[in-house]
């Protein structure tokens, strides 16, 4: 009898112990994750994790690094240069056995990579990770086609008083230390120009510049500017960056959306996503750009079309109205072939799904 792959490390359902490298699944997170109490509390459960490593100083030697053909979103490929290595994630006197990957970019910067999950490959792991920014154009693709951040209904309700939030005031501290970082780079790029100017005009005319004033009021300017700075991030020393809802005052404590319809209706919103996705991996085989093939896929679920029930033949034919290019019919028209293939049965009556272009 073979060991479980869905059981704890060792399954119950066979005498045999599991491979301690086996994952029952991955899940992929920014750097924000990347610690040793996350990632052993994860493993302790078999759950794979896959995150970019922080604080990363060193260099791995360049002839380590050997070039692969990895696959991303969109069923496109690209080359990378890659290099992996076992090492172990180290917080005080606990440790966790990862794999690091780092991928070596033109300019000579190496991107490192962990997991716990140890049998996905190199190749599997940088395609993951890399492909991870799809998470933002996806909320942004759904916000513009789905409505994702669009409200069902209007309500809010409190949330307990023990939740720990994100200080409201250290936030609007940290925009001011942004705002007065971007003053003091701009005088700071001031004062370069006027020296720069200086210098060409003395080495020109042999004669001192006129704008020692103006250099003079910027570096003023600067260490005044430093000074607040000083002042503002020894303030943000002393303040938590999370604190309870009840320490609050009432006017600054969040409340939370009814969730429970909106949650349902994002889930359909997702789903169609994904079966528009599963629409446009058939409609590449088709067509060259996965940007043509999605506007394509959204113009079908729009189009008019016939609907043409047969009881003797137990089919179900759906025939859909042309497009707008003779380039976009035989895609189209490609595409409805395969749907047709895959042999879909309507869920309550059992008739034969059969699609064409008339």
């Known amino acids: 009898m073979t060991s479980c792959h869905i059981c704890s490390p060792v399954c119950r359902c066979s005498p045999h112990k599991l491979d301690d490298d086996l994952h029952r699944f991955v899940i992929v997170f920014d750097r924000e994750c990347s610690n040793h109490k996350l990632l052993s509390k994860l493993w302790q459960q078999r759950i794979g994790s896959l995150t970019y490593r922080k604080n990363v100083k060193d260099k791995w030697p360049t002839e380590e690094f050997i070039e692969h053909v990895v696959p991303v979103m969109g069923g496109d490929s690209t080359k990378m240069k890659l290099a992996t290595r076992e090492t172990t994630l180290v917080t005080g006197k606990e440790s966790i056995p990862v794999i690091e990957v780092r991928r070596l970019t033109d300019t000579g910067h190496q991107t490192a990579i962990i997991t716990t999950a140890k049998k996905l490959g190199n190749i599997t792991i940088a395609s993951r990770m890399f492909a991870r920014w799809c998470q933002e154009n996806f909320f942004a693709y759904m916000m513009n086609h789905y409505d994702i951040d669009g409200l069902i209904e209007y309500g809010a309700q409190e949330l307990p008083g023990t939740t720990m939030v994100v200080n409201p005031d250290r936030r609007e501290l940290e925009k001011t230390i942004a705002k007065t970082q971007v003053l ?6 001031r004062l370069a120009m006027y020296t720069i100017e200086a210098e060409n005009r003395e080495k020109k005319e042999g004669i001192e510049s006129k704008n020692v004033q103006k250099r ?17 991030r020894a303030k943000r020393r002393d303040m938590p960056k999370k604190v309870t809802l009840e320490s609050l005052p009432k006017e600054k404590r969040p409340t939370q959306l009814l969730p429970l319809s ?11 996503y994904r079966s528009e996705t599963a629409l446009v991996a058939m409609l590449r085989r088709h067509l060259n750009k996965e940007d043509e093939a999605r506007a394509l896929v ?5 189009s008019s079309g016939d609907i043409k029930p047969d009881d003797a033949a137990k089919t179900l034919t759906i025939k859909i109205h042309r497009m707008a290019t ?19 049965r309507h869920p309550e009556t059992g008739a034969k799904m059969i699609y064409a272009l008339v």
């Open 184 to 189: 003091q780079r701009q005088h700071k790029t």
């Open 262 to 272: 909106k949650m349902l209706a994002d889930t359909v919103k997702m789903i169609a």
């Open 216 to 232: 003079a009021e910027c570096l003023e300017s600067i260490q005044a500017i430093q000074s607040d700075l000083d002042e503002l």
């Open 298 to 302: 959204r113009a079908l679920f729009v």
């Open 326 to 344: 003779p380039a976009h019919d035989k895609a189209i028209a490609a595409l409805l072939a395969d749907l047709t293939a895959q042999g879909f």
